[in-house]
């Protein structure tokens, strides 16, 4: 996500092809999502996965491989939805929860026998006919209706199903695609998607990975879009509005899917057509683009930010090129890469925002040096200084400017101890070997210090934890 404080303005498958789309998610996963379960109860999932800065985002006891949404949009606002979650038990459970909030439920299959609902607050708990096993496979069908509204976030910012003039901005960083679908919706659980989305004739839906297809059948277009890559659920999207579509092939092969409100079209133009070059050089410091498909949503929304939704990042207005760099370096950092905890933001925010500064460092701006310098210079009273990067303390703080300056402050120091032939060695590693999962702060040490073969603990315990303004040296 680009910071506001940065940007003022911030179908169904064949069984063949989903058992294609199932078989690209980690299992791994499982373990990750296992430990949620509340101590002794042993049957019960539990009603978060345990994110201690949003305790009930997520939840415990299932990982959900795959999801198909289908949706029909209407222009007064409401949305009628199916989803349909094809998840496997992490142990032994007689009930499970849902993440949803503010649409009306219809009803709850699981495994095509209908099963109890309850609703208490965003969780919609699910009590099957017959307990599930550990390690059993099994499908929940959720049908579902209402006019989505979207939520407001500790910071005060809103995110999820944000209503426009013309159709929705939505972007779900970091609890909103609750807003919308029934969703395991925490970083820790990443799926593959099919989203079929029908809207008025004249509107456009735009969603993650590939179109596969469009459909226009009286005064109704459908949309059917599949994104094969694992997916953390606020990087999805489902987009509407009036568009003008480009599509084409850059010269790596990559599929590129660009829609711009035409009020924005005049600024937003001359950028995108950037993105090829943005994701050529983006690839040379970081590793081969991880997915198939690329593109741009640029929506005429004024919500404050933009977003890295997964393969096609969300932009409320004309972003200009650091923007973009950023957004497109969250596809790396963030994206292919995940979080298991929102306190580890700045695995993703100070990534993306050392990108800009290598982006400008190259292209006849200001040197990554020269750019520390200047925000080493503010007294230490300064709000970069408020709070550690490492851990900001509540879900307030993840998008603050010590998420994104002090993260890529970190880096920085990093590059400078042990050059830039290891440093992007590091990045490199790092991208390929989590691609498609996650990632810690530890994890991200152990690797650098492996990398470098130098002890680096005091150099990220002052960067990333301190609190208060560092010392330089």
């Known amino acids: 996500m680009t910071s506001p404080r940065r940007q003022p303005a911030r179908r169904r498958t064949t069984v063949l092809g989903r058992r294609a789309v199932l078989a690209t998610v980690p299992v791994a996963v499982a373990a990750l999502l296992g430990a949620a379960g509340p101590a002794g109860a042993g049957t019960t999932g539990a009603a978060g996965a345990g994110d201690p800065y949003f305790p009930l985002s997520g939840n415990g006891g299932y990982h959900v491989r795959h999801y198909d949404l289908t949706l029909r949009y209407q222009s007064d606002g409401r949305l009628d939805g199916t989803a349909v979650l094809t998840a496997r038990a992490t142990q032994p459970l007689t009930r499970f929860d849902l993440d949803l909030k503010g649409l009306t439920v219809g009803g709850v299959k699981v495994d095509r026998t209908a099963a109890g609902v309850k609703r208490s607050g965003q969780e919609v708990v699910v009590t099957p006919r017959h307990a599930l096993r550990a390690g059993q496979d099994f499908k929940v069908?959720?049908?579902?209706?209402?006019?989505?509204?979207?939520?407001?976030?500790?910071?005060?910012?809103?995110?999820?199903?944000?209503?426009?003039?013309?159709?929705?901005?939505?972007?779900?960083?970091?609890?909103?695609?609750?807003?919308?679908?029934?969703?395991?919706?925490?970083?820790?659980?990443?799926?593959?998607?099919?989203?079929?989305?029908?809207?008025?004739?004249?509107?456009?839906?735009?969603?993650?990975?590939?179109?596969?297809?469009?459909?226009?059948?009286?005064?109704?277009?459908?949309?059917?879009?599949?994104?094969?890559?694992?997916?953390?659920?606020?990087?999805?999207?489902?987009?509407?509005?009036?568009?003008?579509v480009t599509q084409y092939t850059t010269r790596d092969g990559i599929r590129v899917y660009d829609a711009v409100d035409p009020r924005e079209a005049k600024a937003a133009t001359p950028v995108l057509k950037q993105l090829p070059s943005v994701l050529e050089w983006e690839s040379k410091l970081f590793g081969p683009y991880p997915f198939t498909s690329a593109g741009s949503i640029v929506d005429h929304a004024k919500v404050g930010y933009a977003l890295e939704t997964q393969t096609r990042p969300l932009y409320d207005s004309a972003p200009d090129i650091l923007t973009l760099v950023h957004e497109s370096a969250h596809q790396w950092f963030g994206d292919s890469v995940s979080l298991t905890s929102w306190k580890d933001i700045w695995l993703n925010e100070g990534f993306a925002t050392y990108a800009e500064w290598l982006y400008s460092e190259q292209h006849g701006g200001a040197s990554a040096q020269k750019t520390f310098d200047e925000l080493y210079a503010r007294p230490a009273g300064n709000e970069l200084w408020a709070y550690p990067p490492g851990d900001p303390g509540s879900g307030e703080n993840i998008f603050g400017t010590p998420v994104y300056d002090r993260g890529a402050m970190a880096l920085h120091q990093l590059r400078k101890a042990v050059g830039d032939r290891e440093f992007f060695a590091i990045l490199r590693a790092w991208a390929a070997e989590h691609r498609d999962g996650h990632g810690t702060t530890a994890q991200f040490v152990r690797l650098a210090e492996k990398k470098s073969g130098k002890p680096l603990d005091s150099l990220f315990h002052t960067w990333l934890f301190t609190k208060g303004k560092p010392n330089k040296a």
Do not use: C
């Open 141 to 244: 069908t959720v049908t579902y209706h209402g006019t989505p509204k979207p939520v407001t976030d500790p910071d005060g910012s809103a995110d999820g199903w944000i209503p426009t003039d013309d159709g929705a901005f939505v972007a779900n960083e970091p609890q909103g695609a609750m807003t919308w679908f029934p969703a395991n919706a925490h970083p820790k659980d990443k799926s593959s998607y099919d989203f079929t989305i029908t809207v008025p004739k004249g509107r456009t839906a735009v969603a993650n990975g590939n179109l596969l297809g469009q459909r226009t059948v009286k005064g109704e277009t459908t949309f059917r879009w599949r994104e094969s890559r694992p997916m953390a659920a606020y990087l999805a999207t489902a987009t509407i509005g009036d568009f003008k």
